[in-house]
Nanobody, 124 residues
């Protein structure tokens, strides 16, 4: 059974930082592209960042470029999202996702597995 378990969410003031982690189990982690999506209240789920299964190639949404960094540790089957210069608009539930294959994956319907989500709240 595949499990993606997010951690690291919480409440932070604007301008602050958080690091999210997602521990994967039940799958061969190195064979999966990984990513993060988020969903704010009353809004649609949106792509945040993704990382390829090899070589650490990444892609970010325009709204987080220069502030968020996605990385992965294949030895620990864990993907991270370092979030700096947080803004109130970043408040959302953040979801870890996994998709088989070598490339970068931006579409939500391309991901096979989703975590339960972790709440990030940024106060102004």
């Amino acid at each position: 059974q595949v499990q993606l378990v997010e951690s690291g969410g919480g409440l932070v003031q604007a301008g602050g930082s958080l690091r999210l982690a997602c521990a994967a189990s039940g799958l061969t982690f190195r064979r999966y592209a990984m990513g993060w999506f988020r969903q704010a209240p009353g809004q649609e789920r949106e792509f945040v960042a993704c990382i390829s299964r090899s070589f650490g190639i990444t892609a970010n949404a325009d709204s987080v470029k220069g502030r968020f960094t996605i990385t992965r540790d294949n030895a620990k089957s864990t993907v991270y999202l370092q979030m700096n210069s947080l803004e109130p608009e970043d408040t959302a539930v953040y979801y870890c996702v996994a998709a088989p294959g070598p490339g970068l994956v931006r579409g939500s319907n391309e991901y096979d597995y989703w975590g339960q989500g972790t709440q990030v709240t940024v106060s102004s």
